[in-house]
């Protein structure tokens, strides 16, 4: 259990910073990024960013569902335009070529908005060639985390690493092939909500993201 997202991002910033203290373990020295994923990710990722001495920015991404079957992702979209497809999905759901460029559009249009208003207009980081270390509050089911790593790998990022403080088992163990490495201070069994691991879980508004992108260093 911890306190609030600033304990977890303490906890989380430790054990990050003990996995990748080895010389031929580091994500790149002052190259790294380390991205939040909106908005409850940002006040823990700006904990990991500030042990490391890394500059934060935020991850913005959205998953493109089946439209008869939202659950299932026909693949993902990022900023500047960067869509990851699984093309096996878009095959075996019979998705037309018309219909899918029109989810894309949809979705790109949410994703540039959303960047937009917690960026103040200002566009996301070039991440070509450069480690990335992607953190979230916590990881349920893991679909945002994976669309997360399609959209870095889209974009030539790597290595792209996921750090969380709690996180279903099954869904950490099923991101490990998505990820070049996973690092969860807790993977509890039975796992409920991500809130259900935090004393206090109060909502990130725009503003504390914006509040905290505006201190990091550049």
């Known amino acids: 259990m911890f ?75 990022g900023e500047n335009g960067a869509v990851a497809l699984n093309a096996d999905v878009v095959r075996a759901g019979g998705v037309g070529q018309e219909q899918l460029d029109e989810l894309i559009r949809r979705t790109a249009q949410e994703v540039e908005e959303v960047a937009a208003q917690l960026r103040d207009g200002a566009g996301p980081p070039d991440v070509i060639g450069r480690a990335v270390i992607v953190v979230d509050d916590g990881v349920a089911t893991g679909a945002t985390a994976r669309a997360a790593a399609d959209v870095l790998r889209g974009m030539a990022a790597g290595p792209v690493i996921l750090a969380t403080p709690v996180a279903a088992l099954s869904s950490a163990d099923r991101l490990r092939s998505c990820f070049d490495e ?36 550049s």
């Open 182 to 217: 996973v690092i969860c201070v807790s993977t509890p069994v039975s796992f409920g909500s991500v809130g259900q691991h935090y004393e206090q879980f109060e909502q990130v508004s725009v503003a504390r993201v914006r509040q905290l992108l505006a201190g990091s260093p």
């Open 3 to 77: 306190q609030d997202r600033t304990d977890a991002g303490r906890q989380l910033a430790e054990l990050v910073s003990s996995r990748l203290s080895h010389p031929s373990r580091s994500p790149g020295g002052d190259g790294t990024l380390v991205l939040g994923l909106p908005r409850g990710g940002v006040p823990v990722a700006a904990v990991v960013a500030q042990a490391l001495g890394a500059r934060l920015d935020v991850l913005v991404v959205r998953k493109i569902g089946l439209p008869w079957q939202p659950e299932l992702a026909l693949g993902a979209v």
